[in-house]
C-alpha cells in the first residue's frame, strides 16, 4: 500500500486525495523516493538505511554503561531479534521510525548520565520528534518520557532556553516541507481527516466494546511474548544487586520501556512489527545486567560464557533467516504471470481495480486505481460509507480489469452484472486465487 501512494506520487497525484491511506506523509514520500531510485525493490535502500542508523545508535547507548564488546552483542541479539517475528517482511513503519526512537534515547540518556547536551543536539531530538510524527504518532515515547525530565532539569539549571528554543526549531524544520506540501496541493484537509479522523476510528473499531480488555491483552502480549519480559526480569535483579537504582538515568530506562508499551497496547491491537519500537529501550538496561554478569565472571569463566554467546547469536540468526529473506522480496512466479496477464490486457493508461487488499498488483503492473480506495479491506468494516464511495469512483470512471482477491459479495456482483464485466481468468497465487473479469468490449472473444 505504502508503495503505490508513492506510485501515485510519482504520476503527479497526492496522498489522501489521489490515493486513501491513514499514515503519516513521510511513510509515502520515503516509498516516492526508493521508488525513483530502484523501483519498486527501491524502498528496501532506505529501510536497510535506518535499520543500519538504529543500530549503530544502539550500540553508542549500550556503550554509555559497558564495554565495546558486550555493546556489539546487545546489538548484535537486538536486530536479530528485530528481525525474528517483528520486521513482518518490512517495509512497515516502525523501522522508518526506529533511527529516530534510538538517537532520542541515547541523547536523553547521554544527557542524563554525562550531563552532555549541546544546541545540536536539541535540534536533532526536535526533528525526529517531527519524523516519527509524519509516520505514526503512538511512536514518541522516548519524548514523552525524556523532554519532561529534560526541561525540568534544564529549568532548575536556568539553561532551559536554548535548548527549547534548538529543539522547537528542529520540529518546525520537520513538519513545515509537509505541511506546506499538502496545503500547496489541497490535501491537507485530507491528510486530517484520514490521519487524525479516520485512525481514531479505526482504533475505536478494532479496540471493540470492550476496551479495557483488549489494551490488557494487547500489553499482555507485548510483555510477555515480544521479549520485554525475558529482559526486563534478569535487569531489574541485576540493578538491585549493583544498587543502580539510585541512578536516574536506570529509572528513566525502565519508565520509558513501561510507558512504550502503553502507547502500543492503547489501540488493542498486537501486530508484530509494532514491537520494533521498544528494541530501542531494551539496550540500555540489558547494557546493565551484562556489566553485572561480567562483574560476576571468574577470568576462566570468560571463554565459556564467549562461547554461549557466539551459539545464541548463531540460534537467533537461524530463526531469522526465513524473515529476513521475505524482506527481500523475492520473485513469485505466480505473481509474475499475475502482472504479465494485467499488463498485457490493459494500456499503461488504463486504470484497473483490486477487490481486497492486495496492492502489489497495481505497483508490479503498473496500474493506477480507478478508485481513490486501493484497497476496501478493512476499510469498509471501519466505515461503512467508503463501500458507496467505491463503488461511487467504478461508476464514475469502470475499470478495465476488475481483480477479484476476496470473495465478491452482493454489491461487487451487482456492479460486475450491471455493466457485463466477463471472467476471463483464474489465476491462482499461493494465498488463493485471483478471479479476473474484463470490460466486454476488452474481453477476449
Given at each position: 500500500?505504502?508503495?503505490?501512494?508513492?506510485?501515485?506520487?510519482?504520476?503527479?497525484?497526492?496522498?489522501?486525495?489521489?490515493?486513501?491511506?491513514?499514515?503519516?506523509?513521510?511513510?509515502?514520500?520515503?516509498?516516492?523516493?526508493?521508488?525513483?531510485?530502484?523501483?519498486?525493490?527501491?524502498?528496501?535502500?532506505?529501510?536497510?538505511?535506518?535499520?543500519?542508523?538504529?543500530?549503530?545508535?544502539?550500540?553508542?547507548?549500550?556503550?554509555?554503561?559497558?564495554?565495546?564488546?558486550?555493546?556489539?552483542?546487545?546489538?548484535?541479539?537486538?536486530?536479530?531479534?528485530?528481525?525474528?517475528?517483528?520486521?513482518?517482511?518490512?517495509?512497515?513503519?516502525?523501522?522508518?521510525?526506529?533511527?529516530?526512537?534510538?538517537?532520542?534515547?541515547?541523547?536523553?540518556?547521554?544527557?542524563?548520565?554525562?550531563?552532555?547536551?549541546?544546541?545540536?543536539?536539541?535540534?536533532?531530538?526536535?526533528?525526529?520528534?517531527?519524523?516519527?510524527?509524519?509516520?505514526?504518532?503512538?511512536?514518541?515515547?522516548?519524548?514523552?518520557?525524556?523532554?519532561?525530565?529534560?526541561?525540568?532539569?534544564?529549568?532548575?539549571?536556568?539553561?532551559?532556553?536554548?535548548?527549547f528554543l534548538g529543539s522547537l526549531a528542529g520540529l518546525l524544520v520537520g513538519v513545515a516541507p509537509f505541511l506546506l506540501w499538502l496545503a500547496a496541493n489541497g490535501a491537507l484537509q485530507s491528510c486530517w481527516d484520514a490521519y487524525i479522523g479516520f485512525n481514531l476510528q479505526y482504533t475505536a473499531h478494532k479496540a471493540g466494546a470492550h476496551v479495557a480488555k483488549e489494551r490488557l491483552h494487547a500489553f499482555s502480549k507485548f510483555f510477555f511474548s515480544r521479549g520485554t519480559a525475558w529482559v526486563l526480569v534478569p535487569c531489574c535483579f541485576a540493578m538491585f544487586r549493583q544498587r543502580a537504582l539510585r541512578n536516574r538515568t536506570v529509572w528513566l530506562s525502565l519508565v520509558l520501556m513501561l510507558v512504550s508499551l502503553l502507547s502500543l497496547s492503547m489501540s488493542g491491537m498486537t501486530y508484530a512489527h509494532y514491537g520494533m519500537v521498544l528494541l530501542p529501550t531494551f539496550v540500555y538496561p540489558s547494557a546493565i545486567f551484562l556489566s553485572y554478569v561480567k562483574e560476576q565472571w571468574r577470568p576462566q569463566w570468560f571463554r565459556y560464557a564467549a562461547i554461549c554467546m557466539v551459539l545464541v547469536t548463531i540460534s537467533v540468526l537461524g530463526v531469522s533467516?526465513?524473515?529476513?529473506?521475505?524482506?527481500?522480496?523475492?520473485?513469485?512466479?505466480?505473481?509474475?504471470?499475475?502482472?504479465?496477464?494485467?499488463?498485457?490486457?490493459?494500456?499503461?493508461?488504463?486504470?484497473?481495480?483490486?477487490?481486497?487488499?492486495?496492492?502489489?498488483?497495481?505497483?508490479?503492473?503498473?496500474?493506477?486505481?480507478?478508485?481513490?480506495?486501493?484497497?476496501?479491506?478493512?476499510?469498509?468494516?471501519?466505515?461503512?460509507?467508503?463501500?458507496?464511495?467505491?463503488?461511487?469512483?467504478?461508476?464514475?470512471?469502470?475499470?478495465?480489469?476488475?481483480?477479484?482477491?476476496?470473495?465478491?459479495?452482493?454489491?461487487?456482483?451487482?456492479?460486475?452484472s450491471a455493466h457485463a464485466y466477463e471472467k476471463v481468468n483464474a489465476m491462482p497465487l499461493k494465498d488463493g486465487t485471483v478471479d479476473v473479469y474484463q470490460r466486454p468490449e476488452q474481453a477476449a472473444p
Open positions: 500500500m505504502f508503495e503505490y501512494v508513492g506510485m501515485v506520487i510519482q504520476q503527479g497525484g497526492m496522498p489522501y486525495v489521489d490515493a486513501f491511506d491513514h499514515k503519516g506523509p513521510l511513510l509515502y514520500v520515503m516509498n516516492w523516493a526508493g521508488l525513483e531510485l530502484g523501483g519498486w525493490r527501491g524502498p528496501i535502500v532506505f529501510e536497510a538505511a535506518s535499520l543500519a542508523m538504529a543500530l549503530w545508535l544502539m550500540f553508542r547507548t549500550a556503550r554509555l554503561c559497558t564495554n565495546w564488546w558486550l555493546s556489539a552483542f546487545i546489538v548484535t541479539v537486538c536486530s536479530l531479534r528485530g528481525a525474528d517475528r517483528l520486521l513482518e517482511e518490512g517495509n512497515l513503519t516502525e523501522e522508518y521510525a526506529l533511527p529516530w526512537i534510538a538517537l532520542a534515547v541515547y541523547l536523553f540518556f547521554r544527557f542524563f548520565q554525562q550531563g552532555v547536551l549541546r544546541v545540536r543536539d536539541t535540534f536533532w531530538l526536535g526533528f525526529g520528534f517531527a519524523m516519527v510524527l509524519m509516520l505514526r504518532p503512538n511512536m514518541i515515547a522516548a519524548w514523552a518520557v525524556g523532554y519532561p525530565v529534560l526541561f525540568y532539569l534544564l529549568w532548575k539549571q536556568e539553561h532551559v532556553w536554548r535548548p533467516c526465513r524473515y529476513i529473506k521475505g524482506n527481500l522480496r523475492m520473485e513469485q512466479p505466480e505473481m509474475q504471470r499475475l502482472v504479465q496477464y494485467v499488463q498485457e490486457h490493459s494500456a499503461p493508461t488504463d486504470c484497473i481495480s483490486v477487490w481486497g487488499n492486495k496492492n502489489v498488483i497495481y505497483v508490479r503492473s503498473g496500474r493506477r486505481s480507478s478508485s481513490v480506495y486501493s484497497y476496501q479491506w478493512p476499510l469498509i468494516t471501519v466505515h461503512p460509507q467508503i463501500e458507496q464511495r467505491y463503488f461511487a469512483d467504478l461508476e464514475a470512471a469502470p475499470p478495465q480489469l476488475v481483480l477479484l482477491t476476496v470473495p465478491a459479495g452482493a454489491r461487487m456482483e451487482a456492479f460486475l
